[in-house]
């Protein structure tokens, strides 16, 4: 039997599970991982996501403090390529403002005569400094109107903020908060949950009350009494971190009894017995064999797990306990949409909810693939 | 140096939960001569695991000694300080039952087998590699394979790793619990042979934990049966098969498969089941079932008692001599 190219056909087998039984854990998971298509475009999703938060103020035309009087409450710009029929490329019409002959609203009308062709990786207006990381000076953006030009890609909030960039810089916190949190959710939950699985005994028992007063509490009220404890005179960075630790603070509980009961059902499996008769001290025990026995569950609770920490922030945000203008993410943006007038006239306002929405949903599909891939020796 | 190598003494295992005790080991005495195999047969649940893994520390037995002859003396494994287990962990080992459970799915073959030396020796990289693949080779696995995953293996090939992690430090008492239980009758005498094989070439001393008769019988010098957390016979192999005294081995041994159809066999069909561990009879464990049993029997446990050589639990040993 021949394949196409020639070679033998048990020949081009044997090469393939060869690959298979030198695969550890994690290379195996990966190859399980990639056959789950809905986790592997949310993967895709979520890796935009973070490279444009990442890249935040580099894709958004505008900075965080800045604003244009001018322009409150602008719908989205259209962004066009033909004038009159003839190409000249992606550009926006100047804006006017026009009187609804009805309701008298004030309403923004483009000015057909006035062309602003959108320039690519331009230096911004003066206020849209920025260093990129924290660490490197610029004001390149990637697309700017050019002089006396306007995009608004997603319209304008009612300072006159452009809403594409409030999005794109709110991703930053809405995104990265719920990862550090999480984070050190599974540092402090597997430290603690550790302790009370390997020894077990009264360290146990003290663990489990403690554990089981902190989970007393309601979550939602006890985020919202914490952050309400955060003064409001903090620098955004520093808000930043203490709702991290303030997520983290409520949410380790939960993942140290599932570390906990990981630990007493995997203290019972032969290779851990072997390890030890082999003469393996309890920390080797701990970080060699027992915890990666499990690593791979923590990782996919910890997956599930993030979503509800995202709409946590946001609700915080929305709720005005959290992050305050003009530092910048969803919930924040949200707090806009509170009344009906802004739903029925301003409706391009909702559009960061369709992003929370999106990235809750790709983390959930994520965490999904992952679940089914994590124990790849069953 | 004496001949002894390890003495088992009033060996007891008590398991408490939620205020049930269960006694799966209760006063087991054992002498084991260097470079001997001892067989430890019994029904599941009648404490043979248990007294491995204690001999091993695997688990902490509840009292008793297990007294190891080493050249600075005896010592008691189960009571050794930090000093002495450095020292002496290697010397005893285990084989697991379940070659599938017993291996980390996540560490190379050469990581499992070579992980108990990084415990116990200061051997640089080079000379732990070399050491594996010494044995590696003498437990039959191609040296190619030692990068690859347990989940690349079969049944008897990770038996054969397992056999090599328990030999690397080479140790001079083996726990060989269950070690062939798991697999195929044909692989079960390779490995058997590889146990022999082994045995001669390092003088090691097995302690052999199973329910497969005839696989006990031939590879042990002494055999122990063992019922419900008791010894109840200790005695030279062929004697023993040949003419067993306890009543619970007389129908033990009736049970194993007889393969020339010719030889019929009196089966021992014993009556009820196996007493809850957790609440036995009193006395004697196996007087309900027990087709001899007296007044006595139903009251006090019977002593061990050497009858030229052979070690009996019983009241009545003359009585079912006639039987077999």
């Known amino acids: 039997m021949k394949t196409k190219n020639g070679t033998p056909a048990r020949k081009v087998q044997e090469k393939k599970s060869d690959k298979y039984y030198y695969a550890s854990q994690w290379r195996l998971m990966a190859r399980k991982f990639r056959r789950h298509k809905l986790a592997m475009v949310s993967t895709v999703v979520l890796l935009i996501f973070y490279l444009i938060a990442i890249f935040g103020n580099f894709i958004a035309p505008q900075g965080t403090e800045q604003y244009e009087g001018r322009y409150v409450n602008c719908p989205p710009t259209r962004v066009h390529l033909f004038h009159e029929g003839k190409l000249i490329g992606p550009f926006v019409y100047g804006l006017k403002t026009e009187r609804d002959p009805v309701t008298y609203m004030a309403q923004f009308a483009e000015n057909t005569e006035k062309i602003y062709r959108i320039r690519f990786f331009a230096q911004g207006d003066e206020g849209g400094e920025y260093r990129w990381l924290g660490l490197f000076p610029s004001n390149l953006h990637l697309f700017e109107a050019e002089e006396g030009g306007r995009v608004f890609l997603f319209g304008t909030d009612n300072m006159g903020r452009d809403l594409f960039s409030r999005v794109i810089l709110g991703a930053q916190i809405s995104l990265f908060i719920p990862v550090v949190g999480m984070l050190m959710t599974l540092v402090l939950g597997l430290a603690i949950g550790s302790l009370a699985g390997y020894f077990g005994g009264w360290v146990d028992t003290v663990i489990q009350r403690v554990i089981e007063v902190v989970r007393s509490f309601p979550q939602v009220p006890l985020w919202m009494a914490l952050s309400a404890a955060i003064p409001k005179t903090m620098k955004p960075a520093q808000v930043f971190m203490l709702m991290t630790v303030i997520l983290s603070l409520v949410s380790w509980p939960g993942l140290a009894r599932v570390v906990r009961s990981k630990f007493i059902s995997v203290k019972k499996e032969d290779f851990i017995m072997a390890a030890r008769i082999s003469g393996a001290p309890a920390s080797k025990l701990i970080t060699r064999h027992m915890i990666p026995s499990f690593l791979s569950y923590i990782i996919v609770d910890m997956t599930m797990a993030i979503p509800s920490l995202i709409i946590g922030e946001t609700t915080l945000s929305f709720l005005g306990l959290g992050l305050r203008s003009p530092a910048t993410s969803w919930g924040v943006l949200l707090q806009e949409t509170n009344k009906l007038e802004t739903i029925m006239f301003y409706n391009w306002k909702l559009i960061p909810m369709l992003f929370v929405f999106l990235s809750v949903l790709a983390f959930n599909f994520m965490g999904d693939g992952l679940r089914d891939a994590a124990d790849p020796y069953k | ?324």
């Open chain 2, 1 to 324: 140096m004496d001949n002894v190598l390890l003495e088992i003494r009033n060996l007891s295992k008590v398991y408490d939960s939620k205020g049930v005790s269960v006694r799966a080991l209760s006063d087991v005495n054992l002498t084991v001569m260097r470079g001997e195999t001892i067989g430890i047969v019994g029904e599941s649940g009648c404490g043979k695991t248990t007294l491995g893994r204690c001999v091993v520390r695997g688990i902490d037995a509840t009292s008793g000694e297990v007294l190891f002859h080493t050249e600075d003396g005896v010592i008691d494994f189960l009571k050794a300080t930090g000093a002495q287990m450095k020292k002496y962990r290697k010397d005893i080992q285990m084989i697991f039952q379940d070659p599938y459970a017993s291996l980390d799915p996540r560490m190379t073959v050469f990581d499992i087998i070579s992980e108990p030396l990084r415990y116990n020796t200061r051997m640089s990289a080079k000379e732990i590699e070399q050491a594996v693949d010494r044995i590696a080779e003498q437990v039959g696995l191609n040296k190619a394979y030692l990068r690859r995953y347990p989940h690349a293996f079969s049944g008897g090939q990770r038996q054969r790793i397992g056999i090599a992690r328990s030999l690397i430090l080479q140790p001079k008492l083996i726990v060989c619990d269950e070690a062939v239980s798991a697999l195929d009758v044909s692989i079960q005498a390779q490995i058997i042979n590889l146990l022999e094989d082994l045995q001669k070439e390092y003088h090691l001393t097995y302690l052999f934990i199973s329910h497969a008769l005839s696989v006990v019988r031939h590879i042990s010098d002494r055999v122990m049966v063992m019922y419900l957390g008791r010894m109840v016979e200790f005695g030279e192999t062929e004697a023993l098969f040949a003419h067993p005294m306890h009543p619970y081995t007389q129908a033990l041994l009736s049970a194993v498969p007889q393969p020339d159809p010719d030889i019929s066999v009196d089966r021992i069909i014993l009556e009820g089941e196996v007493p809850n561990p957790a609440n036995p009879p009193s006395g004697c464990h196996f007087h309900p079932r027990c087709a001899y049993a007296t007044e006595r029997c139903r009251t006090e446990a019977p002593p061990l008692v050497n009858h030229d050589g052979r070690l009996v639990a019983c009241w009545e040993c003359g009585k079912c001599q006639g039987k077999t």
